[in-house]
């Protein structure tokens, strides 16, 4: 059974920085691409960073050179490194395994609640 379990979430000020992190338990880690997603309130649901199994990484253009992706697979933990956070970050983040980006991905964990005050 896999399961995915976020943490590091929270309020933080705009222009502050959020580390969230993703423990992957039930699935061959390291052979697998990670994603991470976001969705707030009455918006759609956005794919926001991706990472092969060899380390390459993509971002949506709304995260772009603020977010950083990466992987330990030593420790079978996503991280999603989150600079200069604007009130528009605002949102639930979801890690998922088990595809690629921009395609999808097929297991995600609950979910963690992210807040950016202005």
């Known amino acids: 059974q896999v399961q995915l379990v976020e943490s590091g979430g929270g309020l933080v000020q705009a222009g502050g920085s959020l580390r969230l992190s993703c423990a992957v338990s039930?699935?061959?880690?390291?052979?697998?691409?990670l994603g991470w997603y976001r969705q707030a309130p009455g918006k759609q649901r956005e794919l926001v960073a991706g990472?092969?199994?060899?380390?390459?990484?993509n971002y949506a253009d709304s995260v772009k050179g603020r977010f950083t992706i990466s992987r330990d697979n030593a420790k079978n933990t996503v991280y999603l490194q989150m600079n200069s956070l604007k009130p528009e970050d605002t949102a639930n983040y979801y890690c998922?395994?088990?595809?690629?980006?921009?395609?999808?991905?097929?297991?995600w964990g609950q979910g963690i609640q992210v807040t950016v005050s202005s």
């Open positions: 998922a395994l088990g595809g690629s980006y921009p395609q999808g991905y097929k297991y």
């Open positions: 039930g699935a061959i880690f390291t052979i697998n691409g």
């Open positions: 990472i092969t199994s060899s380390g390459n990484t």
